[in-house]
C-alpha cells in the first residue's frame, strides 16, 4: 500500500471494531484496512508502525502498519488481517477471560505480564518464522 496522506471518508467501510483505542475499517483498492487513533495523543502510533515494520523485516509474521492521517490526526493504517478469514480482532483486556485457573485470573494486565500470558496460552514455534 501506497503512504497515504489523508483519508478519504470514501474510504470508509462500515467496518467497526472494539478495542482500547478508536478504530474504523475502510477500503482501498479492495483491500480492506484498520484506522487506529492515538490514544490521549501518545506515541502507540508510532510505537505500532516501528515495532510491526520492524518484526516483518526480521522474518517474523505481524500485521502490515503504514501511517496516515484522518483529519489531521495521525493514525495507523493495518492491513484487514481479519478479512476473507477465521480470524477475528479481539482487545487485549478480552483476554482474561481465558486466564481463569492461572495466577493472573482475577487481575488487570500490565506489559509486564505479556510474556506470562504468551507462554501460557499460545504455542510457538521458531521453525516457521
Known amino acids: 500500500m501506497e503512504p497515504i496522506t489523508e483519508i ?11 478495542g482500547n ?5 475502510i477500503t482501498i483498492d ?3 484496512y484498520i484506522v487506529k487513533f492515538p490514544k490521549d495523543d501518545d506515541m502507540s502510533v508510532y510505537c505500532e508502525y516501528i515495532a510491526s515494520n520492524f518484526l516483518r523485516n526480521l ?3 505481524c500485521h502490515e502498519v ?5 483529519h489531521g490526526i495521525l493514525v495507523d493504517i493495518i492491513k484487514d488481517f481479519t478479512s ?3 480470524l477475528s480482532l479481539h482487545s487485549y483486556k478480552d483476554t482474561k477471560q481465558s ?3 492461572t495466577e493472573l485470573g482475577d487481575k488487570e494486565y500490565t506489559y ?3 510474556p506470562c500470558k504468551l507462554a501460557k496460552h499460545i504455542s510457538y514455534d521458531e521453525n516457521h518464522l
Open 8 to 18: 478519504s471518508p470514501m474510504a470508509i467501510n462500515g467496518k467497526t471494531y472494539n
Open 21 to 25: 483505542t478508536r478504530k474504523f475499517g
Open 30 to 32: 479492495h483491500v480492506d
Open 59 to 61: 522474518g517474523v509474521p
Open 66 to 70: 503504514s501511517l496516515g492521517t484522518y
Open 84 to 86: 476473507n478469514t477465521n
Open 99 to 101: 486466564s481463569e485457573d
Open 112 to 114: 509486564d505480564d505479556v
